[in-house]
């Protein structure tokens, strides 16, 4: 792996580019903010977050990204060239290789538009890794042994699930919920019970600050602020802990769903070893509070947080790049020269 070689984790929620030596070089929202009159993209990352439900009509602020796939391929080539820019310079010198990742359930079409929007972005190689694949490797896992492991990647759109053994994934599924879903939840519990309508910014914050899927404590409690849905009039009220718990049980259990279909599926002699081993957590929602525990209870099998685990598949893809010679054929899904 060159020194200016870079690894992105193309995620619904954010865009994370990996570079040797240097670690996380970007890390911003996936989202861009046009304006409609101009078709003029006016901010990329964190600065068009911050303008979602607060722009005139004029502009739209667009998450390009949809459920981990692109959903808007012009945005996503945008928002990719502006970060590859940033990471890499206007002009470079030598066109870089780009390791990027996609959710395991992946079509064909799909992957090919991601291979795209790279190659757009100025890659002179893409090399294409699946989600949990490149979770494991961020996570520090040797998956080129005859072991088993296990990982759960959750991310804003999706979460994919995967137990893996000699360097390709055994038994896989990826199911098309994760942090956003979460988010829109909250959303969807606080206007049913209280008649308050909030945003997306608000949810994420609620889920952070006292977001818990197991054993939640009933007396903490955050103040949330929204417009009545009868009145039609700013107001605020006190949601606990509680009821954050069970506004979160519907995607959470699909979630569980997910890993425990995983688990049914895979070979006995690989099940020893993730119960030896333990199922590893990874992405946005491995913070989740409680999800250790929630997942011990369903699967009666350890689960545990990596380090770090926003940035494991980011480090995943960089891995990639630095070891593709010697990783099985499986575990590279796809190349562009």
Do not use: W
Not at 168 to 173: A, L, M, Q, R, W
């Amino acid at each position: 792996m060159f020194a200016r070689d870079i690894g992105i984790d193309l995620g619904t929620a954010n865009v994370l580019i990996f570079m040797r030596g240097k670690g996380i070089v970007a890390r911003e929202p996936s989202v861009v903010a046009v304006d409609l009159d101009t078709n003029q993209v006016l901010a990329v990352g964190e600065e068009a977050r911050r303008m979602i439900g607060r722009t005139p009509g004029n502009i739209a602020v667009i998450r390009p990204l949809k459920a981990g796939v692109i959903a808007d391929y012009t945005m996503t080539e945008v928002m990719l060239k502006h970060l590859v820019r940033r990471v890499l310079g206007r002009r470079p010198l030598f066109r870089p290789q780009i390791a990027v990742c996609v959710p395991s359930g992946v079509t064909v079409v799909e992957q090919r538009a991601v291979i795209e929007a790279c190659m757009q972005a100025g890659a002179k190689k893409v090399c294409v890794i699946s989600e949990p694949m490149a979770a494991a490797l961020g996570a520090g896992l040797n998956i080129v042994d005859p072991g088993g492991n296990m990982v759960v990647d959750i991310g804003g759109g999706t979460t994919d699930v995967a137990v893996i053994s000699m360097g390709g994934e055994v038994v896989s599924d990826s199911v098309r919920v994760g942090g956003d879903d979460l988010d829109e939840a909250i959303v969807r519990y606080v206007r049913r019970e209280f008649n308050l309508l909030i945003g997306e910014q608000t949810a994420e914050e609620i889920k952070c600050k006292i977001g818990c899927v197991h054993d939640p404590d009933e007396d903490e409690t955050v103040e949330v602020r929204g417009r009545d849905t009868i009145t039609g009039l700013p107001r605020a009220t006190e949601l606990s802990a509680l009821q954050v718990y069970e506004a979160l049980q519907e995607p959470m259990q699909a979630i569980i769903n997910a890993i425990r279909s995983v688990l049914e599926k895979t070979p006995p002699e690989l099940a020893g070893d993730i119960i030896n081993r333990g199922i590893v957590l990874t992405g946005g929602g491995a913070l989740l509070r409680g999800i250790q525990d929630l997942v011990r209870l369903e699967t009666r099998v350890q689960a545990v947080v990596a380090d770090d685990p926003l940035t494991c598949v980011a480090r995943g893809t960089s891995r990639v790049l630095e070891e593709i010679h010697r990783l099985p054929a499986e575990t590279v899904s796809f190349r562009v020269s």
